[in-house]
C-alpha cells in the first residue's frame, strides 16, 4: 500500500514521526492520559518538526506537502497517543485549513503563518447545544454593529480551545434586522467578551484540551469574517469533509495501537500449555483485526489521494471516516478481549485505546450522518443527480 501512495518524502516523514512517537510520545502518553495534561511540550517538539503545518502552502509557512502526507502523520501520532495526535490533526484540519480555504490575502498573511509554524494553536467552533449533527441549527447570532459584528451564542465540546490563539467559529449573520444565513468569522482568543469554561472531563483523549465557548456582546470587526455572509457554513461543510480524512487516520492509528498490543501479548501468553495465538478463537481475532485495518488504512489513504487531486471526496471521505472509526471501536474492543483481565487494568495501554476509540464514531459526524451522507451519494449517482 505504502508503494502505492507514498514517495520517499512520505516514507521520510514517516520515518521520523515514528521515531519521535518511540521516543517522546509513547514513554509519557500514559502519564498524559491520568493527569490530563495538555501536553505543550510536545507540540512545541511537533512546531520544531514541522509537524503543525503539512499541507499547509509553503508561501504561507506551512511544509507544502499533500493530504496523503497529512494523514500518514496523523496515523503515526495516533499509533502512539490520540490525545497528541487529534491536538495536531484539529488544530490543522480545523483551525488553520478554513482559513487556507477562505480567507483574503490579508487574512492568510496574518494568521496562516504562526499557525503554520505551530506558533499559535488553531481551533474550531461549529457545534452548539442543539446544533451538532443538525449544523444547520446554529443558533450564535453575529449582529451588524457599526464596522463590525456584535456576536452572541456558544460553542460546545471544541477541542484546542484552551491553548488555542485563534478559533473559526460560525454564527448566523443579522443584518438590518434580516438574517443573511450561516456566516464565519476568525476570534482572536483574546477578544473582549470571549469566555471558555473549565476542560471537560472525558472519557477518552484526556490530555486534549477540551472546553465550552461562550460569547457576551463579543465585538468582531467584519475584516475576520471568513467569505462572504451565508457562505460561512458551506466553508466550513467542506472543511468538514477535509476534517473526515484526519478522523479516519485517527482510527486507522489508535486500531493499530491496540493490535500490535494484542498481537505482542498473544505471542507471549500462555494458556493450556500453548501461546494464546494459537487457539483459532485467539488468531481469528487477530486475523480480523489486522485485515479491518489493512481495508480502514486503503480507504484513508484512497480519500486524502483524491482530494490531492482535487476530486469530489464527499462520499469517499465519509465512507473512510466511517468504516475507520467503527474499526478502532471494534479492534479496540477485541484487543481487550485478547488480554483479558489485563486488557482491563491501565498498566498494559489497552483500555486506553478503547476509550480513545468511541469517540472517532461521534465527531466529525456520527455513524450515523456518515450513512446518510454515503446514502445520498449513490443513490444521486443511481439516478444520475
Known sequence: MDKMFFTDEHN???????????????????????????????????????????????????????????????????????????????????????????GTEEQKKKYVPPLASGQMIGAFGLT??????????????????????????????????????????????????????????????????????????????????????????????????????????????KTLTGGRISVAALSVGTAIGAYERALKYATERKAFGKEIHEFQAVSFKLADMATEIEAAKLLTFHAAWMKDQGMNIIKEAAMAKLFASETAMRTTTEAIQILGGYGYVKEYDVERYFRDAKILEIGEGTSEIQRIIIAKNILNAVKGL
Open 12 to 102: 521520510m516523514l514517516v520515518e521520523m514521526i515514528r521515531d519521535f512517537a518511540k521516543n517522546e510520545i509513547i514513554p509519557i502518553a500514559q502519564k498524559l492520559d491520568e493527569s490530563e495534561e495538555f501536553p505543550k511540550g510536545l507540540v512545541k517538539q511537533m512546531s520544531e518538526l514541522g509537524l503543525m503545518g503539512i499541507p499547509i502552502p509553503k508561501e504561507l509557512g506551512g511544509a507544502g506537502m499533500d493530504m496523503v502526507a497529512y494523514a500518514a502523520a496523523v496515523m503515526e501520532l495516533a499509533i502512539a497517543d490520540a490525545s497528541v495526535a487529534i491536538t495536531m490533526a484539529a488544530h490543522t484540519s480545523l483551525g488553520t485549513i478554513p482559513i487556507v480555504i477562505a
Open 128 to 237: 452548539e447545544q442543539e446544533a451538532g449533527s443538525d449544523a444547520g441549527a446554529t443558533k450564535t447570532t453575529a449582529v451588524k454593529n457599526g464596522s463590525g459584528y456584535t456576536i452572541n451564542g456558544g460553542k460546545m465540546f471544541i477541542t484546542n480551545a484552551g491553548e488555542a490563539g485563534l478559533i473559526n467559529i460560525t454564527s448566523r449573520i443579522i443584518e438590518a434586522g434580516e438574517d443573511r444565513g450561516i456566516g464565519a468569522f476568525i476570534v482572536p482568543t483574546d477578544t473582549e467578551g470571549l469566555k471558555l469554561s473549565a476542560k471537560e472531563k472525558k472519557m477518552g483523549w484526556r490530555a486534549s484540551d477540551t472546553r465550552q465557548l461562550f460569547f457576551e456582546d463579543m465585538y468582531v470587526p467584519a475584516e475576520n469574517m471568513l467569505g462572504t455572509p451565508g457562505k460561512g457554513f458551506k466553508t466550513f461543510l
